[in-house]
């Protein structure tokens, strides 16, 4: 069964540090790994897919790694904003099971 | 390009009752799936659809059923409300891959009270 970890629960930064969010899972057999952003009361928005195959996806100041081996995938948000503060969540689609698994979030909070 | 439409936003029922939800994808997307979010177990897969048939179940009792339409849009009903059900219930949709779903594309959520 795969399970999807994603610690701390909750951060604290100020305005304009890099900072590196952890996703980890233990099956390794994934199809593609999946970052999201979701606001207070809102849906989740997709920020980066990264498939088996692939090792990093960029879009603008954010960058994630996928090393399945080490069941590890990495959210880098480079000169972090207020504007970033929400709930970040990993999620992978794994073979085995056929369903999509979901981290139980990081709560960022970026200090002006 | 249109989103993932989720109606209604909010809603309030009483144990017992029953509740359909509903979800309109991206033009073209095929896959829709649903997810239950509540914040002692975060976000838990109910089910999947392709093509009107369900794919893939996720661990939730009877109660919770679904059904996609030839346009793609689906719907999810809960018979017997429980308290527990309380939650906000997202939809997604989605390309299909041969090798799993393609990226995903959720909606704003039905926010479901129980009372």
């Given at each position: 069964k795969q399970e999807v970890t994603q610690i701390p629960a909750a951060l604290s930064v100020p305005e304009g540090?890099?900072?590196v969010l952890n996703c980890s899972f233990t099956d390794s057999a994934i199809y593609n790994l999946q970052w999201f952003r979701q606001d207070p009361g809102k849906g989740l928005t997709s920020l980066l897919l990264i498939?088996?195959?692939q090792r990093e996806q960029t879009s603008g100041r954010l960058?994630?790694?996928l090393?399945?081996?080490s069941g590890r995938?990495?959210?880098?948000i480079a000169a972090s904003q207020p504007g970033d503060s929400a709930t970040y969540l990993c999620a992978v689609w794994s073979g085995a099971n056929s369903k999509l698994t979901f981290g139980k979030g990081i709560t960022l909070s970026v200090r002006p | 390009k249109a989103g993932v439409t989720q109606t209604p936003r909010y809603l309030i029922k009483t144990r017992g009752q029953q509740v359909t939800l509903s979800c309109s994808p991206i033009s073209g997307h095929r896959s829709v799936s649903w997810y239950q979010q509540t914040p002692g177990q975060g976000l838990q897969f109910l089910f999947e659809y392709f093509s009107e048939t369900q794919r893939n179940k996720g661990n939730f009792?009877?109660?919770?059923?679904?059904?996609q339409f030839s346009n793609s849009r689906s719907e999810m009903n809960v018979s017997t409300l429980e308290l527990g059900d309380s939650a906000l219930y997202l939809c997604a949709s989605s390309e299909r891959l041969r090798t799993g779903t393609g990226e995903l594309f959720f909606g704003e959520g039905s926010r479901l009270t129980v009372l």
């Open positions: 540090e890099n900072l498939q088996s195959s960058n994630a790694s090393d399945k081996s995938s990495t959210l880098y | 009792p009877g109660r919770f059923s679904g059904r």
